[in-house]
C-alpha cells in the first residue's frame, strides 16, 4: 500500500472503496470520501496549530466568482497558467508545505485517484510557497504525477489572490478550489490546516459540473 494509506485512514477508506466500486457508479465513492473526509488526528492537528499559530484572517473566494488568473513556476524553467486549462475543469489544492505529514498524504491520495478526476477531463495542480527544487524533490518522491505550482516570489502573491494566504505564518492554507472551464469557482472549501480534508468534495462538485454540461 502507499504511505498514505499506511498512515491516514482517510485516504486507506477512500482508495479501498475506489477498487470496490464499477467505474460507472461513484455515489458510493463520494458518500465514502466524505464521510471519511474530515476525520481529525489530534496529534497533527496540535502539530500544525504549533507550527502556524496565527490562525486565518483571509477568506477564501466564494463558488461563483471568477478564478484569478495567475502563472507559476513549476520547474526552474517552466511555468504553467491558470489560463492553459481553459475549457476544461481545474483543481487547485493549496497546502502549507511539502513534506509535512499531512501534506504528504493528501498529496499521494490525489495521486492515487488521479484518474477518476481525468474522468471528468479535470486538471490538478498543488500550490504551496515552497520553491521549485523542493518541488521537485518533493514529487520525485511521492511519484506524483500532476504539477506543483511554486507560489514562491512573491511569497504566497497566487495563495493571496484567492483569499488563502496565511498572513504572519507565512503558508498557504490547506484549501481547495474546482473551477469550470469558463475560469469561474464552482466549490471551494478550506479545510483546517492540520486535517486532510480528502477527496469527496473534488469529487462531488466534478459530478455537479458534468451534470449541469449535459443538462444544459
Known amino acids: ?88 475543469p481545474v483543481i487547485l489544492a493549496f497546502y ?31 500550490i504551496s510557497v515552497d520553491g521549485v527544487w523542493c518541488h521537485a524533490a518533493f514529487a520525485r518522491d511521492r511519484k506524483l504525477h500532476f504539477p506543483l505550482l511554486s507560489d514562491f516570489e512573491p511569497k504566497g502573491e497566487v495563495a493571496r489572490t484567492y483569499g488563502v494566504y496565511r498572513e504572519g505564518d507565512g503558508v498557504c492554507e490547506r484549501a481547495l478550489f474546482v473551477i469550470d472551464g469558463e475560469g469561474v469557482i464552482r466549490w471551494s472549501y478550506v479545510s483546517p490546516i492540520g486535517v486532510n480534508p480528502g477527496a469527496g468534495g473534488i469529487l462531488a462538485a466534478l459530478e455537479s459540473l458534468q451534470e449541469k454540461k449535459a443538462a444544459a
Open 96 to 126: 502549507p508545505a511539502d513534506w509535512s505529514p499531512v501534506c504528504g498524504d493528501q498529496m499521494t491520495l490525489y495521486n492515487e485517484i488521479l484518474p477518476e478526476f481525468q474522468r471528468f477531463g479535470a486538471e490538478l495542480a498543488g
Open 1 to 88: 500500500l502507499p504511505n498514505s494509506c499506511r498512515s491516514q485512514g482517510v485516504e486507506r477508506g477512500c482508495l479501498k472503496r475506489r477498487h470496490a466500486q464499477p467505474s460507472d457508479n461513484q455515489d458510493g465513492l463520494y458518500d465514502f470520501c466524505h464521510s471519511m473526509s474530515n476525520q481529525t488526528n489530534p496529534a497533527n492537528q496540535a502539530k500544525y496549530n504549533h507550527l502556524y499559530p496565527k490562525g486565518r484572517k483571509a477568506t477564501a473566494l466564494a463558488a461563483g466568482t471568477r478564478a484569478p488568473e495567475f502563472t507559476l513556476k513549476t520547474t526552474p524553467d517552466q511555468a504553467v497558467s491558470l489560463s492553459d486549462f481553459q475549457g476544461q
